[in-house]
Every structure is written in structure tokens, then in C-alpha cells.
């Protein structure tokens, strides 16, 4: 082709370098893009067809300049900076996280800026809302994927079943016999705990221990409840007619103070089958499912005697003590774990499941197609999307109130720039010289 052949030479480098300068401007322009990974122009040089080999046997080939081949992303990990945001998630290692649209198309992201829309919904700032596995009404996360919602979630109230004590009655304490009417003055310890009804109501009862024999060290417990919530046969209510005798249990203790026996707990009410029986409406707890666990006993559950409550020397004391059912409640907080767990915290107490945030990758995630707003999707050259939990096989880590920064070095934008220039520069001196050359061909003929 000659000499011209130069000028289009060198207007495929400054086409190549100013696509390659729009490049580092924008990775330039995206350093403080949360989640944004930096794209690098790769160059491919161009050959003309064969022109002849003189003579030889290596064909002369002519070279026609440079082109783009492709603008290829680096998904190296970005550094993690904390936040005060709860939902501000940073995947630590492999994986994307999965949003959806109304229309339920799927985008896939690195910017984990998540917040709650008027719906409760966990969102991006673009409004998409974050996918994860879903979890039940007893919080056992599940296979189903679907939107993630956090704020119009409750905690249902439970009934108590199960009351828990454990500790030590005083075997110096001396013989004493029960009445409602001077409950203090007639018991020698005594501990106070909830019980919940089928409305979700605490009912706030004491139980008051008294020993009633000191050659067998036995024990009797007696539960006092506030007479306006229960019901209770005649004379189970105390003479001011404030307080109600709900239930009577004995507790028998070995020579060496162990705890051999457990009596059935006795109920003051006028139920079929007996139990506790509330005034406010809530169904009543039948005695078979009311349970009070003071540790195993020797012959009732033939046990050791010694996991729970004893009746040695020293001060009457309850070292532990706990009851299952709870209020109703509304989510009062929320906190995500490595594994993506997202666990409520309830106004009752309580903590539930509220689901697990997915991750999604790509066996090429170089292949993936971005969208813009952080935003990726799905191309024929980044594969099948492969769904999993994070921690476990080859997914990322979740770090809560953590986003990941961009992964763009400054630094070496900068020196690219300079090499971009140069380039530019130096093709369009080949312009320049080449326009110089034709020129004093022209000359020639003068």
C-alpha cells in the first residue's frame, strides 16, 4: 500500500489508545464506586494479507495497525471498610449478590448498600430487592429463594411448658407448713418467674419453698399467683382476696442432700383435667402440659440427683432458672453472621431466623455483561449461575455494617494514563511525519 498505509496506521493506535484513555478515566472517575472493579483494554495487532516473498519462502506480511479486542474486568477483591449501617454487606471472597426487579429479572452486584423499603423489603439504593433463602415461622432457613423482608415481621407468643430451676434449699431450715395468707412468713426461700398464656400474657407467679419434715429433708413448693388472673377452687385464695394457691409440689432429697424424688405437681382449679386456668380468656395449661424440671432424680428419672436442685448445707439459692413461652413481639433489630444468617431480635426477647442472603457466581465472571448502577447480568460467556449459601464450599463470607470499596490502584490508572498518552502522542507524530514525507513527494515534481 505504500506510504499512505502509514496514516491509517496510525489512526487505528489513537483509536486504540483514546478507547484505552476513556478506560482508565472511567475506572479513574469510579475509585470510590462501592463494589466497582476496574476494566483493562487488551490490544490486538492487525495483519494485511500476504504481498509476496521475494524470493524466499517466509511470505511478506504487512502490518495494518492495532484494535481493541476486548475490555476485560478484574473481580480481585476490594478492600473492606466498615459502616454504621446493619445492612451494608461485603462478600469476602467468591460471589455475587442477587437482586431482582419488579418483574422479577435478575441482576447480579458486588455493592452491598441494602436498606428496607415501605414493605419491609430488603433493597439496594436502586429499589431492587436483595434474594436469599427463606426461612420459616420456627426460623429454619429452607431451599426457597425468594425476597428477603425484615420490618413486617412478628414474633408470635408461645405458651409456657417448661419451667427450669436449679440450685439449693437450705437442709438446716426448719419444719414450717404452708398458708396463703402469710406465704412469707410460713415458706423459707422463695423465687419468682413468668408464665404465658395462649394470648401471649405473662402472669407473673412466686413459688415459696418450706420444708416439712427435717428426718426425710423433704420439701413442699407452693406457686402464688394474683388472684384477678386465675381461677381457682374455694379456699385457694388467700383472705384479702389478692392472691391465689395455683399449684403444690414436693420435692424429697437424699440423706447426702441429692435430689431423689419429684412429686406431680397438685392444681387448685375446678378444670377437668386440671391445670391452670385463666381468667382472661386464654385456654388454660393442662397439667400434662406443664412441666417443672428441677434436674433428674435419683428414682423419679433415675438420674444422679445432682444436676439440679439440692437440698445440702449452706443458703437456700437459685442458681439458674428459666421458662420457655414468651409474648408476642415485633422486630426490634437484626444482625447477619458470616454464613449470610439474617437472625431478629424481638421486643419480647427473642431471636428468630428471618432467612439467609444468597450468593450467586459464574464459572466466568469476566464474561458477565455490566448494566451500569453496579449493576451485572447474565451473558452466554459467563455461564450458568450457580446459587449457594455464603462459608460454604467455594462461596464468600458476609460481613454485616462492611462494604467492599473499589478495587481501582490509582497509582497504576495513573501510569497507564501517562502510557496512553505517550502512545496517542507518538502515533499522531506518525501522522504528522507521514503528511511531512508526502509532501516532498509532491515536491519532486517541481
Do not use: C
Not at 476490594?78 to 460471589?95: M, P, W
Not at 386456668?277 to 434436674?295: E, M, P, Q, Y
Not at 455464603?390 to 495513573?414: C, M, R, Y
Amino acid at each position: 500500500m505504500g506510504i499512505t498505509s502509514a496514516f491509517f496506521t496510525a489512526t487505528s493506535g489513537i483509536n486504540a489508545t483514546s478507547r484505552a484513555l476513556s478506560e482508565i478515566g472511567n475506572n479513574i472517575a469510579n475509585a470510590q464506586t462501592t463494589g466497582y472493579k476496574t476494566r483493562t483494554v487488551t490490544f490486538g495487532d492487525l495483519f494485511g494479507a500476504s504481498i509476496g516473498g521475494g524470493g524466499t519462502t517466509n511470505s511478506l506480511v504487512e502490518g495494518r495497525g492495532v484494535r481493541v479486542l476486548g475490555i476485560d474486568p478484574s473481580f480481585s477483591q476490594g478492600s473492606l471498610q466498615t459502616t454504621s449501617n446493619a445492612l451494608d454487606l461485603a462478600v469476602d471472597g467468591d460471589g455475587f449478590f442477587q437482586v431482582t426487579d419488579a418483574n422479577g429479572d435478575a441482576f447480579f452486584t458486588r455493592a452491598g448498600q441494602f436498606g428496607t423499603d415501605a414493605a419491609g423489603n430488603v433493597t439496594n439504593p436502586a429499589g431492587l430487592k436483595l434474594q436469599g433463602f427463606q426461612a420459616d415461622t420456627n426460623g429454619v432457613i429452607t431451599g426457597t429463594v425468594g425476597d428477603l423482608v425484615l420490618t413486617t415481621t412478628q414474633q408470635v407468643g408461645t405458651v409456657t411448658s417448661l419451667v427450669n430451676m436449679s440450685g439449693n434449699l437450705s437442709a438446716g431450715q426448719a419444719v414450717k407448713t404452708f398458708d396463703i395468707d402469710d406465704p412469707i412468713g410460713t415458706s423459707s426461700f422463695s423465687t419468682g418467674f413468668q408464665i404465658f398464656d395462649s394470648l401471649g400474657f405473662g402472669h407473673g407467679v412466686t413459688m415459696y419453698f418450706n420444708k416439712t419434715s427435717a428426718a426425710n429433708n423433704s420439701w413442699e413448693y407452693n406457686i402464688v399467683g394474683t388472684a384477678s388472673e386465675f381461677t381457682v377452687v374455694a379456699g385457694s385464695t388467700s383472705a384479702d382476696g389478692l392472691s391465689d394457691l395455683v399449684a403444690t409440689g414436693t420435692l424429697d432429697f437424699t440423706d447426702g442432700g441429692l435430689l431423689d424424688s419429684e412429686g406431680t405437681p397438685t392444681y387448685y382449679d375446678n378444670a377437668t383435667p386440671t391445670g391452670l386456668v385463666f381468667t382472661n380468656g386464654a385456654a388454660d395449661i393442662l397439667s400434662a402440659n406443664l412441666a417443672f424440671n428441677f434436674g433428674t432424680s435419683i428414682t423419679t428419672d433415675g438420674g444422679a440427683g445432682t444436676n439440679g436442685m439440692l437440698g445440702q448445707g449452706g443458703a437456700s439459692v437459685i442458681l439458674t432458672q428459666s421458662q420457655n413461652g414468651f409474648a408476642n413481639g415485633t422486630l426490634a433489630g437484626t444482625s447477619i453472621g458470616e454464613d449470610g444468617v439474617l437472625l431478629g431480635r424481638f421486643s419480647n426477647g427473642t431471636t428468630r431466623n428471618l432467612g439467609q442472603v444468597l450468593l450467586t457466581r459464574f464459572s466466568n465472571p469476566d464474561g458477565l455483561q455490566p448494566i451500569g448502577r453496579n449493576l451485572f447480568i447474565q451473558s452466554a460467556d459467563s455461564g450458568s449461575p450457580l446459587d449457594g449459601a455464603p462459608s460454604s464450599g467455594s462461596f464468600g463470607k458476609i460481613f454485616a455494617n462492611t462494604l467492599e470499596a473499589s478495587n481501582v490502584d490509582l497509582g497504576d490508572e495513573l501510569v497507564n494514563m501517562i502510557t496512553m498518552q505517550r502512545g496517542f502522542q507518538a502515533n499522531a507524530r506518525i501522522i504528522t511525519t507521514t503528511d511531512t514525507l508526502l509532501g516532498e513527494l509532491v515536491n519532486l515534481s517541481r
